[in-house]
């Protein structure tokens, strides 16, 4: 019995030492096949970091000697000595660069003898050796300005010492209303790109003055929208024109307004985009046979619309028809004669949407066929024609109405 319970618990423990096993590979997995992938791309590159002594002839350079380190001969950091002659423990001496790059170190404005290849993330040991006697190498001075209009935000304006072959960063930042046109120097000078505001300097064996030019922006040109004369007038129908420019807007919307010359309401064609200078036409359908009516052009750009002149039109006479009388039969009968005024949006309907579609022309001719009989026979009874007026007429001339703002279009 007592065997069985030992056997029981050396069991339990591998069980779990085999869970907490399963549990540390599965962690390892996760940060294996998660998190590294993430950089597996493109790892981040780390300083390189280096340490030292520092020695002028064999003996401990003094406390606060500037140590400096160039890559490419490109400052990229600086410390100093401590008391003990050395460089790089405290604080730490890390110098961001490039792979590959050449790192050169200079003590106390003298280039020392050592240099080393940039690493990223290493951790490099390098005394530093200079000898007695040796001369700092020349700085010269860089004075940047700027004209009216703007500044120089890096390295900022005034005098700066650099030493020849330095790269030197450049940006310059125009005010309101006002933009920047190239930098100048006065003697030979090499820009990566003169005419960006934003670029490098590389640094002459010499006194230099580098200068930001800026120059006042030209106003915004805004869009303009001109009505143009209507063509191809019939007696349903008219061709509206309009002239636009964009400005300095890279897009803008038009459309047409028109209404009858007596009517108060507009109604408009659909908003078009547009992103270049032209014309634009839209084709009226559904008018009035001679009837004045208006247009104008408009133009939306930034949440506002700008208008062209108020044009006008008169449609013509609306065509012969072999109909006989082109009143409409059954509606003049209804109400007793065919001018009134109730009957002017049926005779529109049907001579600029029936008589203008395939099918229109015959359903119109069957309609005078059938329909002036029938008128006849309701003309003398004033009930039948208060009736047919009331549920008939009426009605048709009530859907026609609410529709035609869409059969006008």
Not at 12 to 34: E, F, H, M, N, P
Not at 76 to 102: I, K, M, W
Not at 294 to 321: H, M, W
Not at 331 to 347: F, I
Request: aromatic share 10%; hydrophobic share 40%.
């Amino acid at each position: 019995m007592k065997l069985r319970t030992a056997i029981d618990k050396l069991a339990r423990r591998g069980a779990g030492r085999l869970a907490g096993a399963i549990a540390l590979l599965l962690a390892l997995s996760l940060i294996t096949g998660v998190v590294l992938p993430a950089y597996a791309d493109e790892p981040p590159e780390m300083p390189d970091q280096f340490y030292g002594t520092v020695s002028l002839d064999g003996s401990p350079a003094q406390q606060g000697t500037l140590v400096e380190a160039f890559v490419d001969n490109v400052k990229q950091a600086e410390t100093t000595v401590d008391a003990e002659g050395r460089y790089g423990y405290n604080p730490l001496f890390r110098v961001p660069g490039t792979a590959g790059a050449t790192v050169t170190f200079h003590v106390g404005g003298v280039e020392a003898d050592e240099y080393a290849t940039w690493e990223s993330g290493a951790i490099q040991e390098l005394d530093l050796t200079i000898h007695e006697g040796a001369q700092p190498p020349a700085q010269y001075e860089l004075t940047i300005s700027s004209t009216t209009g703007g500044s120089v935000a890096t390295p900022g304006e005034g005098v700066f010492p650099y030493y020849a072959g330095a790269q030197i960063h450049l940006l310059a930042q125009a005010e309101t209303g006002y933009g920047f046109v190239n930098w100048t120097a006065n003697s030979t000078a090499t820009f990566a790109d003169a005419s960006a505001a934003e670029t490098t300097f590389t640094m002459p064996a010499q006194d230099i003055t580098v200068t930001a030019h800026f120059e006042e922006a030209p106003p915004p040109t805004v869009p303009t929208v001109t009505t143009l004369a209507a063509t191809d007038v019939t007696s349903y129908s008219a061709s509206v024109h309009m002239s636009y420019t964009v400005g300095n807007v890279s897009s803008v919307e038009v459309r047409l307004a028109c209404k009858r010359c007596t009517d108060p309401a507009w109604f408009y064609t659909d908003w078009v985009p547009k992103t270049a200078d032209g014309t634009y036409a839209a084709v009226i359908t559904g008018l009035a046979s001679q009837t004045g009516y208006e247009f104008k052009a408009q133009l939306r750009y930034d949440g506002s619309v700008i208008e062209g002149v108020t044009n006008r039109f008169c449609t013509a006479r609306r065509p012969a028809v072999d109909l006989g009388d082109l009143y409409c039969p059954v509606a003049t009968a209804a109400y007793g004669t065919g001018t009134a005024a109730r009957l002017d949006v049926l005779r529109e309907f049907r001579d600029g949407v029936l008589l203008q579609s395939t099918a229109g022309p015959r359903f119109v001719a069957l309609y005078y066929r059938l329909g002036r009989p029938v008128a006849h026979f309701f003309a003398g009874n004033e009930f039948v024609r208060t009736l047919v007026r009331k549920l008939l007429v009426d009605r048709v001339i009530r859907v026609t109405e609410a529709a035609q703002d869409i059969w006008r279009n």
